[in-house]
């Protein structure tokens, strides 16, 4: 396990899957539901409430204060999007999307990346499955080299 140098934050709704990647992404222990916002080792999680009620999105502007970078996690199992339109469009620091439990039956990859779209991510988006480790390593790497 190694700490990063940045401070990496990941945002997405509640069950997205954010809690998870960051403890597959950092090699250690199973992950729990996050009740606060949580800095561990360079990697920043925030609530799903918080993108989830929309009163509370500003708890998340105000921690992307903090960041060096943010990942947008997007369920490919959800029928709907994970943030705003246009949301990840405020920031001033890159913005990038995650696709999660693409092992999953009824994952759609397609729909997920147009709802990344919608919500203002822009570039390449990283399908990911922390189960069976798919598109982890090209996702770390990506971050350990920001």
Known sequence: MKKLQKKI????ASGSGK???IKTLRGCGEAVKTQAVTLEDGYIDIPGEYMDIRRLNYAVITTAMDADAI???QDSTSSKPTTPPGFAGMFNIPVYGVISKIDLPTADIKR???YLEMCGVKGKYYPVSAV???GIEELRELIENL
């Open 132 to 134: 069976t480790g798919e």
């Open 9 to 12: 934050m990941f945002i997405g």
């Open 112 to 114: 997920a990346s147009k």
């Open 19 to 21: 809690s998870t990647l």
């Open 71 to 73: 990942f947008v996690v």
